[in-house]
């Protein structure tokens, strides 16, 4: 019987067919079905690697993610460099007005950083590449933004041989007269480079750039131009004229023009206004700082980075500027453009060194005349990071803020204050250093740079008992009631001479800013005692209101702390508590970090010490261990007594160095074969930072084997936990491009591993 034929009506035959039903099912939603406005905006906020995998995912991905320009325009290049096998991915973006892919490319042909080329004529190719990508890169910069360029390509050049630099400020001069739409910035650059040479005919080649420059449109070259003719000026009688002119700069939206009119208009009435039209100008320039988004601070949170973590960071940078006699401008700066990082892009915390040592680099470039070289950075993290890590840091960091370097700082508006009010010059010193002091706290970033400038003004003037201590005039001109800053001076007054200052593991007090002003030629003015909080708020008239800072850690450290590190100051030394002063003298070039709980299983046998010189460079992320935030923190001072044998010395010398070749190694050739000594040698100051010189061509490590003390003491903050073994432990590099971690070792293969660096070093 077929099925579905009917031949009786009986049961056993008649059956009827089943129906199926079939239901209606819902059409998936893809990204194919959303409209193609939605779909461009879901494709501009991908990763490069992420689109490139989304474009192989479908014919019609891939048609919409040629056919527009905005996605390759916008898309992340975050934390990716440009290598042989994704240069043709930069290329296309940077063709298609991607800024951060311009940069780094630029910058990855400048210095030889990323894509293969041939030894034969590379300075040639590169050159020619990184002016290509440098002047696509200045096109697509940010209209906040000065240009910028001229700041990689900046003297010093190479004596000897072809140079990569003055390949590209020939090609990018080339191009000038080909390029009339680029000109303007094109010319400001090149002229910028040619100012820092010390020939007189290269400083008459920049000002006719500069006026071309300035003909073509470019509103920075006016301003330089104005600068250099006022510095020229010997004709009372056109001053008005060139005050007028620099009105117009100003209008026209010159940050510059506009800080250079307010001193000029604080310090008399040049236009012949009325007092009144005078002190609005100035408090326009005032009202005109826009504080930091709210959110600034809590996104820095958010990504990792604690309070003390940019502490240690900023008090290393301070040290760092002491070191090479940089200006505090230079400073100021440099912090600024860390912040700004830090609140648009994540960093990892074995890297935050890196992020700082990189945005110095940067803004010593482009404000001094002195640089700070890349091979002097590197050293001064003692190598924890290589030469090429921080050739991309520049480069992220350049990019992420958008070619926006110099930022508006306390001491601009300062310098504004300074000229309606002048101070006496040990009060002139005082405020500096409260200036500085506010850059260690991440509290004090959040204000208006103008309106935290005006509060420490008023904190000066209320330490140094000024009367009245905010004077009408001040009031007009900056727009700032006494009312209104006391909350702020109140916070630096908190925050700046708080005695709860970070420490080290050894219980030495991290204050940099304090040494740098030690120096006479700020009159000593941190040793100053500072009058208290009861008799400040006497002086403000303010209800005496404690303030509430945070319940100390069982170790006598903030809270949130996790690993501070020391410093390479050449010139002054960490200051210890008072109980710690007896050993002061004592104290050698070791890293600073907290005990890990590996490190508690120390205790009760000697100390190796290969433990405290072989730790990675920035261990900002070792959290506190639960032993430490329970037991009772004790001192001991271990003694390393000299080896007297040629073996143990030379195994005493592997764990101190930092160089994956020992010191005793090239010792130990030398003698043997009677040569000179490397240019990299290490010195014999065990208290030093080991940096011979400020412009020395070859920086120097921080230890000798052949000068060894008869007797080292380091002081070591450390508890006993119940039921811990006493087996050395050696702690690797930490740091994320090392892929080192903690582990626990024999001690069998200490001459086999390469030493992990210090990082911070200390006095």
């Known amino acids: 019987m077929k099925a579905g034929v009917i031949h009786c009506r009986c049961s056993k035959c008649y059956s009827v067919p089943v129906r199926k039903r079939v239901r209606k099912r819902t059409p998936a939603l893809t990204l194919l079905s959303l409209p193609e406005e939605v779909l461009l905006c879901v494709l501009q906020c991908l990763s490069a690697e992420d689109l490139l995998a989304v474009r192989a995912v479908h014919s019609q991905l891939r048609d919409i993610i040629d056919n527009h320009s905005s996605v390759w325009a916008r898309v992340s290049f975050k934390d990716t460099w440009p290598a042989p096998n994704t240069v043709w991915l930069f290329e296309r973006a940077a063709e298609k007005g991607n800024f951060e892919a311009a940069v780094k490319l630029g910058i990855a042909y400048l210095y030889n950083e990323g894509p293969l080329l041939s030894d034969e004529g590379r300075a040639d190719v590169c050159g020619r590449k990184a002016s290509h990508f440098f002047s696509l890169a200045e096109s697509l910069r940010s209209p906040l933004a000065n240009p910028f360029i001229w700041v990689f390509i900046r003297p010093p050049w190479s004596p000897t041989g072809s140079c990569c630099k003055a390949v590209v400020f020939d090609r990018l001069k080339a191009e000038c007269d080909n390029n009339m739409e680029k000109k303007g910035p094109l010319l400001h650059c090149l002229a910028r480079v040619l100012q820092l040479f010390e020939e007189d005919e290269k400083h008459m080649d920049a000002l006719l750039m500069l006026e071309e420059s300035s003909q073509a449109g470019c509103l920075q070259s006016s301003y330089l131009l104005w600068e250099h003719n006022r510095r020229n000026m010997a004709d009372p009688g056109r001053y008005l004229q060139y005050v007028r002119t620099l009105r117009d700069y100003a209008a026209k939206g010159c940050w510059e023009a506009q800080l250079s009119l307010a001193k000029v208009c604080s310090s008399g009435n ?408 490397d240019p990299l040698s290490f010195s014999k100051d065990l208290h030093s930072s080991g940096y011979s010189s400020v412009s020395g061509a070859s920086p120097s490590s921080t230890c000798s084997s052949s000068s060894l003390m008869p007797c080292f003491r380091l002081l070591v903050p450390m508890q006993r936990p119940r039921g811990c073994s006493s087996k050395p432990v050696k702690r690797k590099n930490t740091a994320a491009h090392s892929g080192g971690e903690m582990e626990r070792e024999d001690g069998e293969d200490e001459g086999e591993e390469n030493s992990a660096t210090l990082g911070f070093l200390s006095l």
């Open 270 to 677: 040049p236009l012949g206004l009325e007092g009144r039209a005078c002190a609005d100008l100035v408090a326009q320039l005032f009202s005109s700082s826009p504080p930091a988004p709210r959110h600034h601070a809590e996104q820095i949170v958010k990504r990792g980075i604690k309070d003390t973590m940019r502490y240690i960071l900023v008090d290393w940078l301070v040290e760092v500027t002491t070191m090479k006699d940089f200006s505090s401008l230079t400073l100021h700066v440099t912090v600024g453009c860390v912040d700004r990082y830090l609140a648009l892009r994540s960093v990892p915390k074995a890297r935050l060194q890196l992020l700082g040592i990189a945005c110095m680099v940067v803004c010593t470039r482009y404000i001094s005349k002195e640089i700070l070289t890349i091979r002097e950075a590197v050293w001064l993290t003692d190598n924890t990071y290589k030469y090429e890590d921080l050739v991309r840091m520049m480069g992220e960091v350049v990019s992420v803020l958008g070619g926006k370097i110099r930022s508006p700082t306390l001491l601009d508006y300062g310098e504004v204050l300074l000229s309606l009010l002048p101070l006496e010059r040990r009060t002139t010193h005082l405020f500096s250093y409260i200036c500085e002091l506010s850059l260690l706290y991440s509290a004090l970033s959040t204000p208006s740079p103008a309106k935290l400038a005006c509060a420490a003004l008023l904190l000066t003037r209320a330490l140094h008992h000024y009367a009245p201590i905010w004077p009408s005039q001040l009031a007009d001109y900056t727009g700032f009631s006494k009312q209104d800053l006391i909350p702020f001076a109140v916070l630096l007054h908190v925050k700046c001479f708080s005695q709860d200052v970070p420490k080290d593991y050894r219980h030495v007090s991290l204050t940099g800013v304090k040494q740098r002003f030690e120096d006479e030629a700020y009159q000593q003015i941190s040793k100053e005692n500072v009058m208290d909080f009861k008799e400040l708020c006497q002086i403000l008239e303010i209800p005496e209101v404690e303030p509430q800072m945070d319940p100390p850690s069982p170790t006598g450290q903030p809270a949130d702390i996790t690993t501070f590190l020391s410093s390479p100051s050449s010139n002054s030394k960490r200051r210890c508590d008072d109980s710690m002063q007896a050993h002061r003298g004592s104290f050698v070039a070791t890293p600073t970090a907290e005990l890990s709980t590996q490190e508690e299983t120390l205790l009760g046998d000697i100390l190796d010490w290969s433990l405290d010189t072989s730790c990675s460079g920035y261990e900002g992320d070792q959290e506190e261990s639960e032993g430490e935030r329970d037991g009772e923190t004790s001192i001991m001072a271990i003694k390393l007594n000299m080896l007297m044998n040629a073996d143990s010395r030379l195994e005493h010398c592997r764990a101190m160095s930092s160089d994956e070749d020992s010191f005793c190694e090239a010792e130990e050739a030398k003698n043997k074969n009677g040569q000179d000594q």
